[in-house]
Nanobody, 123 residues
Framework: QVQLTESGGGSVQAGGSLRLSCAAS????????MAWFRQVPGKEREGIAL???????EYRVFVRGRFTISQDNSKNSLYLQMNDLKPDDTAMYYC?????????????????WGQGTRITVSS
């Protein structure tokens, strides 16, 4: 069973930065698509950034220009660099891996999930 483990969450003031990491127990080169999602209590989980094995990325408009997704297959890791954080970014953040291509925003199409890491942004 593949395990994904997120780290790097925490509390930060608005305008600050955080870098999330997601370590995989198997080769990330085997996942056609990996992604970051987030969820606020009472709301649906939403995708925020995708990356495929060609390095092609997609972002939701509300994080575009502030967040950067990257992947290092030599370390079996996925990253999310988050800059200019806003209080609305407060959420639980999850990494996910899809075993088929292409990438989609639909979280039901992702087979493996991490346990999540919490981010709190204060104003």
């Amino acid at each position: 069973q593949v395990q994904l483990t997120e780290s790097g969450g925490g509390s930060v003031q608005a305008g600050g930065s955080l870098r999330l990491s997601c370590a995989a127990s198997s080769a990330t080169s085997g996942f056609p698509c990996m992604a970051w999602f987030r969820q606020v209590p009472g709301k649906e989980r939403e995708g925020i950034a995708l990356i495929d094995q060609t390095g092609s990325t997609e972002y939701r408009v509300f994080v575009r220009g502030r967040f950067t997704i990257s992947q290092d297959n030599s370390k079996n890791s996925l990253y999310l660099q988050m800059n200019d954080l806003k209080p609305d970014d407060t959420a639980m953040y999850y990494c996910a891996a899809r075993v088929n291509s292409p990438c989609y925003w639909n979280d039901r199409l992702y087979k493996y999930w991490g346990q999540g890491t919490r981010i709190t942004v204060s104003s």
